[in-house]
């Protein structure tokens, strides 16, 4: 079983629509990210979450929220989607106890708004 | 500002060498990784440089020089299955002795025969 799962894996939705992207681990990790990924641009960091009390904004959070529902759970909203909010979205762990801080990532969703 | 610099597209002879490049300009750096990914896959890790040198792991190899702002990743042996993106990361400091990744766009390779 994969160790972090992201549902839905494929999503299109309408502008203005609100929408949910959830992420589960059983990693056990404290750390849980959200990153969006744009042909060209790479990985861009849309919100982190240090522990279950802990949320940052990355760099590009506008339009998006998140909430941290427990130490497994790490979900990302549209509050109203939006055409340029298309995109292929990750979510991704670390450990706090590991140095380096390898990040390891979920499969992806591919969010399509139209 | 954080600037990460990759070439867009490789392509390379199976069982041949390849040479990745990466250069990076970040407020501050507390190591580089490489990730590779598959299209339409996640990124998974490759390795992780923190101190000038080379670091091999196999068919992969990963350079590092942080006076330069470079890093490289070598590729030996290549077959077809190492057609992929391969992604530079850079480890950045927050505040509070937190870090976060900032990547590159990352180089696509294709692996001919």
């Known amino acids: 079983d994969a160790d972090v799962t992201q549902t839905p894996r494929n999503r299109i939705t309408k502008t203005g629509k609100r929408i ?6 059983t990693k056990g990790h404290d750390r849980m990210y959200w990153y ?8 861009r960091l ?10 940052n ?13 427990a130490q497994a759970k790490f979900s990302l909203s549209l509050e ?13 762990t670390s450990d706090v106890l590991v140095s380096w801080g390898e990040q390891y990532f979920g499969p992806g969703t591919r969010l399509t708004v139209t | 500002g954080q600037n990460i610099d990759q070439p867009t597209e490789m392509t390379a002879t199976e069982g041949a060498i390849v040479q990745i490049n990466c250069t990076y300009q970040t407020s501050g750096f507390n190591g580089l990784f ?11 890790f490759l390795s ?5 040198g080379l670091e091999e792991k196999g068919r992969f190899s990963s350079f590092l020089s ?3 702002g470079y890093s490289y990743l070598l590729l030996k042996e290549l077959q077809m299955k190492d057609s992929a993106s391969y992604l530079c990361a850079v480890r950045v400091p927050l505040s509070g002795g937190y870090n976060k990744l900032i990547f590159g766009a990352g180089t696509r390779l294709a692996v001919h025969p």
């Open chain 1, 80 to 92: 109203s989607a939006i055409p340029n909010q298309t995109a292929l979205y990750f979510c991704a």
């Open chain 1, 20 to 25: 949910m992207l959830e992420c589960s681990q």
């Open chain 2, 34 to 44: 490489w990730y590779q990914q598959h299209a339409g896959e996640a990124p998974t």
């Open chain 1, 57 to 69: 904004k990355g760099e590009i959070s506008d339009g998006y929220s998140v909430s941290r529902q």
């Open chain 1, 46 to 55: 849309i919100y982190y979450s240090f522990d279950v009390k802990d949320i």
């Open chain 2, 66 to 68: 942080r006076s330069k």
């Open chain 1, 36 to 43: 969006r990924q744009d042909p060209g641009l790479g990985l």
């Open chain 2, 48 to 52: 992780y440089n923190v101190l000038d």
